[in-house]
C-alpha cells in the first residue's frame, strides 16, 4: 500500500520561530491533506491541497503541494504555544466508491514559551 | 459549527465483552470513515459507509462489523474484545463528493483490560 514518510519526526521550538516539515511518498498522490492531533482529541484538518504546485495558506500556515505529486511541505511561521501538537499528513487512496486517508506517523511539536 | 459526535467518549471493556461505538457525523455529510489510532501510532483505517452502504474496507478485524442508518449516523460493533483492542476509535464524516476533506470527530477511547 501507499506509505507516507514524514519528517522529522520530532521538533523542539522557541515561541516565535518559524517551523518546516515535509511529507514524501513514493507513489503520486492527487491530494494531500494536513491535520494537527492534539492529545486525546481528533484530528483537525488544516489544510487540503489539490494541484501540484499549489501553494496554500491559512493564518499562520502555509501548505505546497509537490510538483513532483510525491511530496508537500507544510510551514508554521512566528509559533505559538497552541500549535504545540502532531502534525499528520494524509493522502487518499481511491477504492471502491470513497475514499480511506493513509496517515504520516506525524511530526511532534514543542514549543518553548 | 457543528462537528462530528461521537459516543461514549471513553469505555472500559473487559476481554471477550462487546462495545458499540456510535457516530453523528456533520449536517449534510453522507460518507462516514471509521478509524483506528493505538498508542504513539497514526490513525488506520478500518471501514467506510456510504448511503448505508459500505464503501471501502481497511484493516478491520472479522470480529468487528459496522453499519450506517438512515439518517446517516454509524455504529461500530466489537465483539470477542481483546486487549490489543485498547485504542482510540475515531469517526469521520465527508461529503461524498469531497470524500478526501473528512473531519473528524473527538474520538472514543476503548480500553479493554
Known amino acids: 500500500g501507499q506509505q507516507l514518510n514524514q519528517s522529522p519526526q520530532s521538533m523542539f521550538i522557541q515561541e516565535g520561530e518559524d517551523v518546516s516539515m515535509n511529507c514524501t511518498s513514493s507513489s503520486i498522490f492527487n491530494t494531500w491533506l494536513w491535520y494537527k492531533q492534539d492529545p486525546g482529541e481528533g484530528p483537525v484538518l488544516l489544510i487540503a491541497?489539490?494541484?501540484?504546485?499549489e501553494l496554500t495558506s491559512n493564518g499562520r500556515l502555509t501548505a505546497q503541494f509537490g510538483i513532483t505529486r510525491k511530496d508537500s511541505f507544510l510551514n508554521i511561521s512566528a509559533s505559538i504555544p497552541s500549535d504545540v501538537g502532531i502534525y499528520f499528513c494524509a493522502g487518499p487512496n481511491s477504492g471502491g466508491s470513497n475514499y480511506k486517508l493513509t496517515f504520516g506517523k506525524g511530526t511532534l511539536l514543542t514549543v518553548n514559551p | 459549527a457543528a462537528g462530528v459526535i461521537q459516543s461514549p467518549r471513553h469505555l472500559i471493556k473487559e476481554k471477550r465483552e462487546t462495545a458499540t461505538l456510535k457516530c453523528y457525523p456533520i449536517p449534510r455529510h453522507d460518507t462516514v470513515y471509521w478509524y483506528q489510532q493505538g498508542p504513539g501510532q497514526d490513525p488506520q483505517f478500518l471501514i467506510s459507509?456510504?448511503?448505508?452502504?459500505?464503501?471501502d474496507k481497511g484493516s478491520i478485524p472479522d470480529r468487528f462489523s459496522a453499519q450506517q442508518f438512515s439518517d446517516y449516523h454509524s455504529e461500530l460493533n466489537m465483539s470477542s474484545l481483546e486487549l490489543g483492542d485498547s485504542a482510540l476509535y475515531f469517526c469521520?464524516?465527508?461529503?461524498?463528493?469531497?470524500?478526501?476533506?473528512?473531519?473528524f470527530g473527538p474520538g472514543t477511547r476503548l480500553t479493554v483490560t
Open positions: 469521520a464524516s465527508s461529503r461524498f463528493q469531497r470524500g478526501y476533506e473528512q473531519y
Open positions: 459507509f456510504y448511503e448505508k452502504m459500505q464503501s
Open positions: 491541497l489539490y494541484k501540484a504546485g
